[in-house]
């Protein structure tokens, strides 16, 4: 657990908070809206919190919103799951994403880059034109307002184009990147029935182009909703047969058009991971992304038109999506397509170096390997641009932010940030202008009541609970596609805690507001009454210079004990002999718990993950429990299916 006062890692200094747009802000609310202006950043959540409607109402004032049609109030109904944003407000949300060209035409609105690590720039005036170009063209094939486009491309410039000109028809948006199998890409695309698909032939990855033409044939089989495919030749191949080019659609010198759109109108559709079936189809609107993109990104991130934004993902990733929402602010954003780690695990600070990055954002696994793989980013590379580097997709390790603040710059704000695919946000995380505790998230977000419950809905803090939102949130999915009567969304969050969401993670929120996340609450070990969330066991067991990673999974067994393995997957080289066993089990005993200690350790020949990165834990403890491997998870979820099977002859034998 956390100490009660530990000396920060990092605290910005007086000239910094005064610089940051949050400072700002909350004098002007409370000069405009009664917010406080004494109490820092805690009176500014507490009322943010507590004043919802004037909040979101201070919000797009503060980022001067364009309603074409104003609102006749902020919230019309705060039920969840159900609330209403805006009602009667009209808007567009690509409108808002090129409002810099007017004032910039000029400067780089996208930095892209592949492995070569050379940034090529796409002004804000090209931006704005190509956009004009595809929506008119999208609009002549007949794409009307409420349309899925869908896209199966990487992180390079033309996947922003399609968003913007997508979301400027008021069309509605989804993308897989490229490295997704046909059958990740159809279970996702078919729920939606696209009528329009852009697609890639291929892509580069690792130093090696791998041709995708086979599967781009098998989606337009497999999709008959589709009335035009657009080809994208990023590796040089013709166009197919039946396929528009791209640069056809993109010539032209057209202003863009922008669809005036009510606020809950859908933007796009973001997937679950869909490890234990189909991937849930996550509808958000234009105008919950809009405002909640400008204040995540333009308050907690601080980033505005002199800011370089770099956040290693894929077009299958919600980071993306917010990534893009980043030239909200008039940020110039940086688009890397390739491999993390080519030709050296030292990649995305070099790239980070070569286009000016203010805030870097990759993930809390990246940061543990370079760590382990003795990368000095600050000896080695100019970094003085980088302000804050952030981190997600898992809790980031103490060892992390250490390691960041000794290799990189001991001022550099390191933001370890929390939310999710579901709200494409965060629940906590980045705050300029408050210390960083190693270990802990700075607070939760602004407009973000997020409390840690337990079993009986009751608050508790410095102890472990659920990760709960008591309130609305504008970017809450509006609904999820094919769920006619709200079922299963109603499932996936409000089932425990009837009208509060429930996110399914274990979080402690300390006596001084930050917030530690322990692992997914799904797979917590629980030993005697004692709960653990899984990621302390990794970041205890993965300091261990032999163990590559791990999976940790807690069983409950039919005559009522539990059964907790351990399951390693080694360094090059290492072995698993005796020596090792006990130096495991000494680190959980005497870092973590000895109620926790695996009642067996057991080497594996790989850790198998969803599509995006996340070690999956619940289908392997349903494989060990015996589900059969098609019952157990989605097999299109999975990178690498062949490592279940490992686990699927455990069971066997353990039965």
């Avoid at 209403?84 to 808007?91: D, K, M, R, S």
């Avoid at 999506?321 to 890397?336: A, K, Q, R």
């Avoid at 109620?595 to 403890?621: A, C, F, Q």
Wanted: hydrophobic share 40%; glycine share 10%; proline share 8%.
């Amino acid at each position: 657990m956390t100490p009660a006062n530990p000396t920060p890692l990092w605290q910005p200094d007086a000239d910094r908070i005064a610089r940051a747009q949050i400072t700002r802000f909350q004098a002007w609310a409370a000069e405009r809206h009664g917010a406080p202006a004494e109490g820092g950043y805690a009176a500014l959540h507490r009322w943010s919190v507590d004043e919802l409607d004037t909040f979101w109402k201070a919000v797009t004032e503060w980022f001067e919103v364009r309603f074409s049609t104003p609102c006749t109030r902020v919230l019309g109904d705060r039920s969840m799951p159900g609330a209403e944003w805006f009602p009667g407000a009209t808007l567009n949300y690509a409108e808002h994403a090129l409002r810099a060209s007017a004032a910039r035409p000029d400067e780089p609105a996208l930095l892209a880059v592949d492995e070569t690590h050379e940034p090529r720039p796409v002004t804000w005036a090209e931006l704005r034109r190509q956009v004009g170009s595809l929506a008119a063209e999208l609009r002549a094939l007949g794409v009307r307002p409420g349309d899925r486009v869908s896209a199966y491309v990487p992180n390079i410039p033309q996947a922003v184009v399609a968003l913007l000109a997508t979301a400027a028809v008021g069309g509605v948006w989804t993308s897989c990147a490229p490295d997704f199998g046909a059958r990740s890409v159809l279970d996702r695309f078919q729920q939606v029935e696209p009528v329009v698909l852009f697609t890639v032939d291929g892509y580069r990855y690792g130093g090696k182009e791998h041709d995708r033409r086979e599967i781009v044939a098998e989606l337009r089989r497999e999709l008959p909703t589709l009335r035009a495919v657009v080809h994208i030749p990023l590796l040089g191949t013709d166009t197919p047969e039946g396929a528009l080019e791209w640069s056809d659609l993109t010539s032209a010198d057209t202003e863009p058009v922008f669809e005036q759109v009510p606020f809950d109108h859908p933007l796009w559709v973001l997937y679950s991971s869909g490890t234990t079936g189909l991937p849930k189809a996550i509808v958000q609107s234009q105008g919950g992304i809009l405002v909640e993109h400008l204040k995540q990104i333009g308050l907690h991130c601080d980033l505005g038109p002199e800011d370089r934004f770099f956040w290693y993902t894929s077009t299958g990733w919600m980071m993306w999506n917010f990534l893009v929402s980043g030239l909200l602010t008039g940020t110039t954003i940086v688009l890397y397509d390739g491999s993390p780690g080519h030709p050296d695990t030292g990649a995305q600070w070099r790239i980070a170096e070569r286009t000016g990055a203010t805030l870097f954002g990759t993930s809390a696994a990246y940061v543990m390997a370079c760590r382990k793989a003795g990368v000095h980013p600050g000896r080695d590379h100019d970094l003085s641009r980088v302000q804050c580097v952030a981190t997600t997709g898992s809790p980031l390790p103490p060892d992390g932010f250490s390691w960041l603040h000794d290799e990189v710059r001991d001022d550099l704000w390191i933001a370890s940030v929390s939310g999710g695919t579901d709200v494409c946000s965060c629940f906590a995380g980045a705050v300029p202008t408050l210390p960083v505790y190693i270990g802990e998230l700075q607070a939760p977000c602004l407009g973000t009541d997020l409390q840690s419950w337990d079993p009986g809905g009751r608050p508790v803090v410095g102890e472990v609970g659920e990760l709960v939102v008591t309130n609305p949130m504008p970017s809450m999915p509006i609904r999820f596609w094919n769920d006619p009567d709200g079922s299963r969304y109603h499932d996936s969050y409000f089932d425990m805690y009837p009208g509060v969401w429930r996110h399914g993670d274990w979080i402690t929120v300390t006596s001084r507001g930050s917030v530690v996340i322990h692992g997914r609450s799904d797979s917590t070990l629980n030993r005697q009454g004692v709960r653990m969330g899984s990621a302390d066991i990794y970041e205890a067991v993965e300091r261990l210079p032999e163990v590559k990673e791990s999976l940790v999974i807690g069983i409950e067994q039919p005559d009522g004990g539990y059964w907790m393995p351990l399951f390693v997957h080694l360094a090059p080289g290492a072995a698993l002999d005796e020596d090792l066993v006990h130096r495991i089990k000494q680190t959980i005993r005497e870092q973590l718990s000895p109620r926790h200690l695996p009642d067996e350790i057991i080497e594996v020949p790989g850790i198998p993950h969803t599509l995006t990165g996340k070690r999956i834990e619940v289908p392997v403890k349903r494989l060990l429990q015996g589900t059969r491997l098609e019952k157990a998870v989605n097999p299109g979820s999975i990178d690498d299916l062949d490592l279940l099977h490992f686990y699927e002859d455990l069971a066997r034998k353990r039965a």
